[in-house]
């Protein structure tokens, strides 16, 4: 176990080396969640609340036929600000689009482009929760114990739902289990 | 994009204008999203809105794969000079007939299989040096395009998996219900199993 006089060595040590230190470093760090403004959440922009709104009630308009309490609204606001945080990280996306495709070897085009991929990925997991828990509301489940989801008849996007196997990895995970499963029936 | 599953406007302004830069196939955009939408009917914005994410997905998918040949076809020319230079032709001269190459200039298209032959090399020992002088960039790409269909993949799960409870609570509003299935074999394999039985 590490001695009490070595853990307070390490933190002292830690914090002196953990962060931008010249005053340019320090003001570059401070700037930069201001790029592109992805990481602020929706509602701080006072513009966009009202789209967030209507939004809302429309996602309810179309999407429900059931009564509608506050938990419904409550959990329609966070798709509507999930839908636009989606549709403001697509649109900053766009120019880096435009330009990888008139360079695709240019390498600060592609990495700016998967930083964006971040951020588009965290918004539509943000929707995927929230509408499964207004599915589930609507419905009157709970969320966190889905029933069994049964193919909803759309056999030409049956193809579309497997992600390919890019790797070969659930070949060998599948392999490990099967030796697995032999070993334990031992 | 008379083929958009928005409700009104306000959704259609929600879901963002389609990804199409300049030179794109807008009608071939369209028609990936008309077939979806026929397939799928969605009802509501939500369905509508993952439904017109599953069309993005591919289409930036297809993108990416086209910049990926692109990028390879751009710098054909780099990993010929490599590749001439590794067989003993002087490196300016090299980058010249490589350059020609790749200007498609008859003398030194010419001049340059000549070469190749000699060596015992062919266009797809070009391609692989291509690939190892651009592997950051195509690596890169790889994984994007590999985001992109795991996306696109989520997405149709998640239509499939939100339809469901509410439509077996009747929590939304009636449309003509589709017939329920499991996902049918892929072709290859009714084939295979056609075969099978013959």
Redesign the interface.
Known sequence: MTSARKVFANRANGRLSKGPRTVGGRQRHDRAPLRHGLSLPVLLDAALAP?VD??AR??IA?????PIGDAHRAIASR??EA??D??RV??AK?PL??A??AD??N?AT??A??RL?RYE?RA?SR??FA??E???A????DPAR??R????????????????N?DNSSDLKGHATSRKRRVNSR | MSSLPA??P??AE????P?L???DDVAGYETLLA??VA??GP????EA??LR??A?A?W?GA?LRR??A??MT??ADRGMSEVLDAIGVPADEARALAQGWAAGELAAVGKVDAMLDAAGLDIHHVMAKTLSL?L??IE?????I??A??????????????????????????TPE???????A?EGAAAAAAGAAA
């Open positions: 789209e209507a939004l429309e996602i179309t999407s429900a036929a059931g798709i509507a839908m636009i989606l549709r697509r649109l766009r689009s435009i990888l495709d695709p070897a390498i592609l990495k482009l998967a991929d990925r539509l929707r995927k509408v499964r207004f599915a589930a609507l419905a009157g489940t889905p029933r989801t049964r193919w909803p008849g759309f056999p030409g996007l049956a193809i579309l739902a497997k992600a390919p890019w | 409700p009104n306000l959704a929600c879901l963002g204008p990804p830069n300049p030179g077939r979806l397939e799928v009802r509501g914005l939500i809105a993952n994410d599953v993005d591919m930036e993108r910049v990926k692109k990028l751009t710098s651009r950051d960039q890169r790409i790889d994984r994007m590999a985001a269909e795991a996306r696109r993949a989520a997405l149709v799960r998640e239509i499939a998996r939100y339809r469901e409870p509410i439509r077996t609570a009747g929590a939304i509003a009636a589709r017939e329920c299935t499991e996902p049918p892929p």
